[in-house]
T-cell receptor
Framework: QKEVEQDPGPLSVPEGAIVSLNCTYSNSAFQYFMWYRQYSRKGPELLMY????GNKEDGRFTAQVDKSSKYISLFIRDSQPSDSATYLC????????????FGQGTELSVKP | GAVVSQHPSRVICKSGTSVKIECRSL??????MFWYRQFPKQSLMLMATSNEGSKATYEQGVEKDKFLINHASLTLSTLTVTSAHPEDSSFYIC?????????????FGPGTRLLVL
């Protein structure tokens, strides 16, 4: 069993839709949870990070963590074609600067 | 924002040759840099943690004699793939760790695509 599971997709949605991306994990020792966006042939870019259960909002993005269920989500409101990318969840035992365990990534396509 | 660069962005080499990839933090000092490998449609897998002035720490299953890492300064780490073979073809990404607003964070480079013929 992988430490972090993420549906690879691909996921295709129309412009303006609400997108829900999810990851599950098996190790309850993870403390920090991150979402990265990766465009084709580029390095990952940090979108959101959180270390507690609950919701964190930043513009059109909302990160949700449920430590009791070992489940994290990223919601994208009013999705745009420019949001088309691969979204990777990542987890760390200590902080965002430490060793990261990544999910497989979900490929998202937002159609105009 | 923090910028991390990698050079080259793409390299094609013959089997058996060695390839060096550079990772630089352009506007901050990084005592720690990480090297990841990413195969197509796969996740990033950590290969090693590189600390300035000391030996790198390799993840289980990564051959330290094949993937040589040198972190000679606070802004530069290099990864050398020795005697490269076609199965080493992959996307290699580095990240550099720093502290921003009291929070440790890491920034990723744009990646280097290696193709071994």
């Amino acid at each position: 069993q992988k430490e972090v599971e993420q549906d690879p997709g691909p996921l295709s949605v129309p412009e303006g839709a609400i997108v829900s991306l999810n990851c599950t994990y098996s190790n309850s020792a993870f403390q920090y949870f991150m979402w990265y966006r990766q465009y084709s042939r580029k390095g990952p870019e940090l979108l959101m990070y959180t270390y507690s259960s609950g919701n964190k909002e930043d513009g059109r993005f909302t990160a949700q963590v449920d430590k009791s269920s070992k489940y994290i989500s990223l919601f994208i409101r009013d999705s745009q074609p420019s949001d088309s990318a691969t979204y990777l969840c990542a987890m760390s035992f200590y902080n965002q600067g430490g060793k990261l365990i990544f999910g497989q990534g979900t490929e998202l396509s937002v159609k105009p | 924002g923090a910028v991390v660069s990698q050079h080259p962005s793409r390299v094609i080499c013959k089997s058996g040759t060695s390839v060096k990839i550079e990772c630089r933090s352009l506007d901050f000092q990084a005592t720690t840099m990480f090297w990841y490998r990413q195969f197509p449609k796969q996740s990033l897998m950590l290969m090693a943690t590189s600390n300035e002035g000391s030996k790198a720490t390799y993840e289980q299953g990564v051959e330290k004699d094949k993937f040589l890492i040198n972190h000679a300064s606070l802004t530069l780490s290099t990864l050398t793939v020795t005697s490269a073979h076609p199965e080493d073809s992959s996307f290699y990404i580095c990240s550099a760790r720093t502290t921003r607003q009291g929070q440790e964070t890491q920034y990723f480079g744009p990646g280097t695509r290696l193709l071994v013929l």
